[in-house]
């Protein structure tokens, strides 16, 4: 199993350009989220999905979006980025969203917004 | 709401100590308590998950602890290396209901180890 993967594993970006950071994992996992890393402020919840077709907002989703059509992908849009979202981005599955399972989490994508 | 705190938030030992970091949190409504391990400019490692019936997991030279009724956890390492130098985090899982989003980790800002040979 290759776990949770993410792509691309580096990304500059000018204001208001647009991408698409990917997810994927192959572990028939229900939940799926995406995290971001900022310096002092530790891990965040931007978005999750408790399943496919089923999505939710986080602790700080503005700037983002997301969408769920399969079990195994679960991308992160910005579709219009801006410097304060120069982060390190983390994506993680979890067999479900309640009760005692263990989270896992990609290797990560980091984003410069110039 | 929950929260994780880290004690200290930067630690140094000489090569061969054991040592301790620490981990609590406010609310002992937790399905489980994960502590992992990131290296500069890499990903989160999963050390142990201890899950909110256990007491302890062991893994090789680490051992973690919980309390949940008190809201701490320790992470113990045994005869430390350079190659455990690494940020450490705890994350805690909230029960459905207690932690805001569904599934949500709530981290702590980890505590930066360094090991000196």
């Known amino acids: 199993n290759a776990g949770v993967t993410q792509t691309p594993k580096f990304q500059v970006l000018k204001t208001g350009q647009s991408m698409t950071l990917q997810c994927a994992q192959d572990m028939n996992h229900e939940y799926m989220s995406w995290y971001r890393q900022d310096p002092g402020m530790g891990l965040r919840l931007i978005h999750y999905?408790?399943?496919?077709?089923?999505?939710d907002q986080g602790e700080v989703p503005n700037g983002y979006n997301v969408s769920r059509s399969t079990t195994e992908d679960f991308p992160l849009r910005l579709l219009s980025a801006a410097p304060s979202q120069t982060s390190v981005y983390f994506c993680?599955?979890?067999?479900?969203?309640?009760?005692?399972?263990?989270?896992?989490f990609g290797p990560g994508t980091r984003l410069t917004v110039t | 709401k929950q929260e994780v705190t880290q004690i200290p938030a930067a630690l140094s030992v000489p090569e061969g100590e054991n040592l301790v970091l620490n981990c609590s949190f406010t609310?002992?409504?937790?399905?489980?308590l994960q502590w992992f391990r990131q290296d500069p400019g890499k990903g989160l490692t999963s050390l142990l998950l201890i899950q909110s019936s256990q007491r302890e997991q062991t893994s090789g030279r680490l051992n973690a602890s919980l309390d949940k009724s008190s809201g701490r956890s320790t992470l113990y390492i045994a005869a430390s290396q350079p190659g455990d130098s690494a940020t450490y985090l705890c994350?805690?899982?909230?029960?459905?209901?207690?932690?805001?989003?569904?599934?949500?980790?709530?981290f702590g800002k980890g505590t930066k180890l360094s090991v000196k040979p």
């Open positions: 609310d002992s409504a937790i399905y489980n």
């Open positions: 993680a599955s979890s067999r479900s969203g309640t009760g005692d399972y263990e989270q896992y």
């Open positions: 994350a805690v899982r909230p029960e459905e209901g207690y932690g805001g989003s569904q599934g949500n980790l709530i």
């Open positions: 999905s408790v399943g496919a077709g089923i999505t």
